[in-house]
C-alpha cells in the first residue's frame, strides 16, 4: 500500500532563503508526482507535476525532482518572499490505479 | 485554465437535513473526485467517478452518495448530515491518460466549508 510522507511538518524560516520541501513515498510504480500549494482555509493549486520517466521541472521560482528509485521528491524554493507561506503537499498516482495518494503537508512560514 | 467550481465556499446546516454540494469543471474530464480534509487526517477520498453515471466508493463512502448526471457536474449529497461530518469538501478532476502531456494532473476547486450542528 502506498504511504506518502512529508518532513519537516513544519518550517519557519525568515525572508529570502532558499529552502527544501521534502516528500517520500513507499511504492516506487508512480506513474507521476504532483506539488500543491493550499492557503488556510482554500482548495489545493497544482504547482508542478512530473511525470516518472522525468527527473525534475521548474516553475519560477519553484523546482522540484524526482528520484523514483529511492522513493523521494523535493521541491526547491528559492528566494523565499511572505507570499510563500502555505501548506504544501505531495501527492503521487500510482500505476495501474485510480486513486491519488496524498502527504500531510509541510505548513510553511516565511517571515519578513 | 481548467476551473473547478464549487456551489458553495461556506454552508451551515442542521443535524439530519440532506444537504447537495455540487462541483462543475470546464474541461471534458473524464474523472472527477470528492475528498474531504480534516486537520491531522489529510485529504480522504469519499466518492469518485470516471465517467457520466459512473461511480465508485473511496475509503469513505459512510454516510454519501453521489450523482453524475452530466459530465461535467459531480454532486455529493449528504443523506442526513450529522455533526462528524462538519469538514473542508474538496471537489477534483482529472483528465484521462491518453494523449495528455499532463496526464492524470489533478485540478480542485476552491473547497466548500461545511458546518454541522
Known amino acids: 500500500k502506498q504511504e506518502v510522507t512529508q518532513i519537516p511538518a513544519a518550517l519557519s524560516v525568515p525572508e529570502g532563503e532558499n529552502l527544501v520541501l521534502n516528500c517520500s513515498f513507499t511504492d516506487s510504480a508512480i506513474y507521476n508526482l504532483q506539488w500543491f500549494r493550499q492557503d488556510p482555509g482554500k482548495g489545493l493549486t497544482s504547482l508542478l507535476l512530473i511525470q516518472s520517466s522525468q527527473r525534475e521541472q521548474t516553475s519560477g521560482r519553484l523546482n522540484a525532482s524526482l528520484d523514483k528509485s529511492s522513493g523521494r521528491s523535493t521541491l526547491y524554493i528559492a528566494a523565499s518572499q511572505p507570499g510563500d507561506s502555505a501548506t504544501y503537499l505531495c501527492a503521487v498516482f500510482n500505476t495501474g490505479g485510480f486513486k491519488t495518494i496524498f502527504g500531510a503537508g509541510t505548513r510553511l512560514f516565511v517571515k519578513a | 485554465d481548467v476551473k473547478v467550481t464549487q456551489s458553495s465556499r461556506y454552508l451551515v446546516k442542521r443535524t439530519g437535513e440532506k444537504v447537495f454540494l455540487e462541483c462543475v469543471q470546464d474541461m471534458d474530464h473524464e474523472n472527477m473526485f470528492w475528498y474531504r480534509q480534516d486537520p491531522g487526517l489529510g485529504l480522504r477520498l469519499i466518492y469518485f467517478s470516471y465517467d457520466v453515471k459512473m461511480k465508485e466508493k473511496g475509503d469513505i463512502p459512510e454516510g454519501y452518495s453521489v450523482s453524475r448526471e452530466k459530465k461535467e457536474r459531480f454532486s455529493l449529497i449528504l443523506e442526513s448530515a450529522s455533526t462528524n461530518q462538519t469538514s473542508m469538501y474538496l471537489c477534483?478532476?482529472?483528465?484521462?491518460?491518453?494523449?495528455?502531456?499532463?496526464?492524470?494532473?489533478?485540478?480542485f476547486g476552491p473547497g466548500t466549508r461545511l458546518t454541522v450542528t
Open positions: 477534483a478532476s482529472r483528465p484521462p491518460a491518453y494523449g495528455s502531456p499532463k496526464s492524470y494532473e489533478q485540478y
